[in-house]
C-alpha cells in the first residue's frame, strides 16, 4: 500500500516554480523518497530521489523536512511539458515501488 | 542511458486469445524487472517481480496461472495473459533495475496498451 498522501491535483503558471507537497508520516529510517512523473499514455519517469538531505538535479529539487515526514518536489521553472502526474513514493533499498494517486499537475500557458 | 522498451506498444485481440508482451532493457543488464497495470485515471499497480532465471513474485490477488511471466536473460521479460478476457484490457507497463552498481532506481517502458475485444 502507499504510505503517502498528495493534493489531487494543482496548477502552476508557466514559467513559475511548481511546488508539489507530499506527506509521509510513517516513514522508516531507511527509506527514502523518490519521485516519478507520468506524462499521459507513457511510463513513469524518474525525476529525483532521497534520504534525509535536500537534493537537486537538472530536472528539480527535492526538500525533505527535518523529521522527514513530508517533502517538496521544486521544478524551478515549469513549462507545459511539466503538465502529468507526479508521484511521491517512499521505498526501502531495493524494494519494490508502490505508487499511491499522485498529484495531477496542470501548467498553465 | 538506461533505456527501457516494450514491444508492442499497443495489442488488440479477440476474447480467449493469449497476448505476450516483451520488455527489454536495451542498454544495461537488469537482474529484476518489473510488471504493472494501469486502468484509466487510475495509478500504477505492481503485479509481480520478475527475477532473472527464477520464478516470478505475485502481488496478492493477481492470477499467476493468467499473467505468465518468463525472464530468461538478463535483458528480456515477457508477460503473457493468457485466455485474455474483456476486463483485462489496461495498460501494461514494465520497469528494471540496474544489475551491480549503479542508483537504485527503477526505469520504466513506454507501456502496452492491451485491447481485448
Known amino acids: 500500500d502507499a504510505k503517502t498522501t498528495q493534493p489531487t491535483s494543482m496548477d502552476c503558471a508557466e514559467g513559475r516554480a511548481a511546488n508539489l507537497p507530499c506527506n509521509h508520516s510513517?516513514?522508516?529510517?531507511?527509506?527514502?523518497v523518490y519521485w516519478y512523473r507520468q506524462i499521459h499514455s507513457q511510463g513513469p519517469q524518474y525525476i529525483i530521489h532521497?534520504?534525509?538531505n535536500n537534493e537537486t538535479n537538472e530536472m528539480a529539487s527535492l526538500i525533505i523536512t527535518e523529521d522527514r515526514k513530508s517533502s517538496t518536489l521544486i521544478l524551478p521553472h515549469a513549462t507545459l511539458r511539466d503538465t502529468a502526474v507526479y508521484y511521491c513514493?517512499?521505498?526501502?533499498?531495493?524494494?519494490?515501488?508502490?505508487f499511491g494517486t499522485g498529484t495531477s499537475l496542470t501548467v498553465i500557458p | 542511458g538506461a533505456v527501457v522498451s516494450q514491444h508492442p506498444s499497443r495489442v488488440i485481440c479477440k476474447s480467449g486469445t493469449s497476448v505476450k508482451i516483451e520488455c527489454r532493457s536495451l542498454?544495461?543488464?537488469?537482474?529484476?524487472m518489473f510488471w504493472y497495470r494501469q486502468f484509466p485515471k487510475k495509478s500504477l499497480m505492481l503485479m509481480a517481480t520478475?527475477?532473472?532465471?527464477?520464478?516470478?513474485?505475485?502481488e496478492q490477488g493477481v492470477e499467476k496461472d493468467k499473467f505468465l511471466i518468463n525472464h530468461a536473460s538478463l535483458t528480456l521479460s515477457t508477460l503473457t495473459v493468457t485466455s485474455a478476457h474483456p476486463e483485462d484490457s489496461s495498460f501494461y507497463i514494465c520497469?528494471?533495475?540496474?544489475?551491480?552498481?549503479?542508483?537504485?532506481?527503477?526505469?520504466f517502458g513506454p507501456g502496452t496498451r492491451l485491447t481485448v475485444l
Open positions: 520497469s528494471a533495475r540496474l544489475a551491480g552498481g549503479g542508483p537504485d532506481t527503477q526505469y
Open positions: 510513517t516513514i522508516s529510517g531507511n527509506e527514502y
Open positions: 532521497g534520504l534525509k
Open positions: 513514493i517512499v521505498r526501502v533499498p531495493l524494494g519494490q515501488f508502490y
Open positions: 542498454d544495461f543488464q537488469a537482474t529484476t
Open positions: 520478475s527475477n532473472e532465471g527464477s520464478k516470478a513474485t505475485y
